[in-house]
């Protein structure tokens, strides 16, 4: 049986290794599922709540050995980890509270009798969850699926394996009944075939998946032919449209924010830059002074901004987009190659002059790699934010809100922002279109994707 080994990306030192789980305890883990499904849906909605209400207040007790475990393994600057924290704990009381209501009964007026529409649980929902947000894209998935019902697999990504026991631990602490919230360890190699396993067992009842095209294509097919329910949350290679009239200052902050988030490494994070041709110099010039401004450094820092990228793989492949796109015809303006030092740190990195067909604009770049299109209509700005293949989030930038709207409705997304950033909020559904994935997480849509929506006539 093989381990997996946890490697601080900051000095490239283990960490941790952790004994894999094998058939028969995975197996086990599956039968526990199913086993506590049968006992857990029964439970008055309100008990369920109750746990969701204890994990939050567990995460918040254990919040900074938590978000010490983050950076050490993924690499995010500890401020980033203890918001997460805070954020998910948040989450949990959110569906805690909003739960009753959104899955109680509906009436419909539909003639003669009574039609209820009800929400009712599926079963063991599991989940293949990515390391950039290691706490948050669990909680935003156990949270509703276990409010609904549901009983909880997780399969997370290998680098975060250490905060995979730790939310096990986390919801066992707050009194999880065995089987409710479970998590497996699976070393690399073995995911596709894990993974195709599970979702063909005739036990497990859906999956979700946040990460790449390709695993996204892999466990939607696997779904497939099972004929079961999923939910993907892909890439994405959101536009940040400046139109002229935007207030410069603005934009470049929120522009410096959202693309050094976790080191840039975040499907939401604006990545291709659509700026007006009469002020793509200003704002181009702006931005590279305050990305020069920032701190790289230990992620332990106080007021480090930005942290190393989680594995060296990662740092190849953006080493790899920086220099095609240079040698298609873009322009370096900062940046553009590895620091001399220990860790995966890439520095904050601008090109100028990108176009369409640029491997930076045709790809993802998951790290902190700023690509700048000038643009000389509104037409061609639209023109150029829907030419991806991607379709998850986009921003808008305007001092006139109305024409920024008209503009950001035109743009292919599942989500957009005029003059703010594009963020996950428990309140709000999250999801992309086109090969950015389907389905919807959070909010009443979120809740309800892991449940049968039963239709009920009564006569008489």
Not at 163 to 189: K, N
Not at 241 to 258: E, F, I, M, P, S
Not at 387 to 407: M, P
Request: aromatic fraction near 6%; charged fraction near 20%; charge should be negative.
């Amino acid at each position: 049986m093989s381990t997996v080994t946890v490697v601080d990306p900051a000095t490239e030192q283990e960490v941790a290794s952790y004994a894999e789980h094998g058939p028969a305890q995975i197996d086990a883990a599956v039968a526990a599922a199913d086993a506590a499904f049968r006992e857990w849906r029964r439970l008055p909605i309100e008990e369920r709540g109750a746990l969701l209400t204890a994990v939050a207040g567990i995460l918040r007790e254990r919040s900074e050995e938590l978000a010490q475990l983050v950076v050490s393994e993924m690499g995010k600057p500890l401020a980033e980890a203890r918001f997460e924290i805070e954020k998910s704990a948040s989450a949990c009381e959110y569906f805690a509270e909003t739960a009753p209501g959104i899955l109680a009964d509906q009436t419909v007026d539909a003639g003669d009798g009574r039609h209820i529409v009800s929400y009712e649980p599926i079963g063991i929902i599991f989940a293949v969850m990515p390391w950039n947000f290691p706490f948050w894209q669990v909680i935003r998935f156990a949270g509703p699926a276990l409010m609904a019902g549901n009983t909880a697999l997780l399969k997370h990504a290998p680098n975060v394996s250490g905060t995979a026991l730790a939310l096990e631990e986390v919801f066992t602490a707050a009194g999880a009944p065995a089987g409710v919230f479970t998590s497996l360890i699976v070393a690399p190699q073995n995911v596709p075939d894990v993974s195709a396993r599970l979702i063909a067992d005739p036990r497990v009842a859906a999956v979700t998946l946040t990460g790449s095209e390709r695993a996204g294509a892999f466990v939607a097919a696997e779904a497939g032919k099972a004929l079961k329910k999923s939910v993907l949350e892909l890439g994405g290679s959101d536009p940040f449209v400046v139109l002229a009239d935007a207030d410069l200052d603005v934009a470049v902050k929120h522009a410096v924010t959202g693309r050094l988030m976790t080191a840039g490494q975040t499907c939401i994070a604006p990545k291709r830059f659509l700026v007006d041709a009469t002020v793509v110099d200003a704002f181009q010039t702006k931005l590279v002074t305050a990305l020069e401004a920032v701190k790289i450094g230990d992620p332990r820092e106080e007021g480090v901004g930005l942290g190393p990228l989680a594995r060296e793989d990662i740092l190849e492949n953006l080493e790899r987009q920086v220099a095609a796109t240079i040698a298609e015809g873009a322009e370096l303006k900062t940046g553009g190659t590895r620091l001399d030092q220990p860790g995966f740190f890439f520095p904050p990195t601008v090109l100028g002059g990108v176009k369409p067909g640029m491997t930076a604009f045709v790809e993802e770049t998951f790290g902190p790699v700023v690509a700048i299109t000038p643009f000389a209509t509104e037409d061609e700005a639209v023109e150029l934010a829907n030419d991806t293949r991607y379709g998850l989030g986009a921003t808008v930038w305007s001092q006139d809100t109305e024409r920024g709207e008209a503009v950001a409705r035109r743009i292919e997304s599942g989500l957009v922002s005029v003059n703010a950033l594009v963020a996950s909020d428990p309140r709000l559904p999250f999801g992309g279109i086109k090969r950015s994935g389907y389905g919807r997480e959070l909010a009443a849509v979120g809740m309800h994707e892991f449940t049968n929506i039963r239709t009920m006539k009564v006569i008489g």
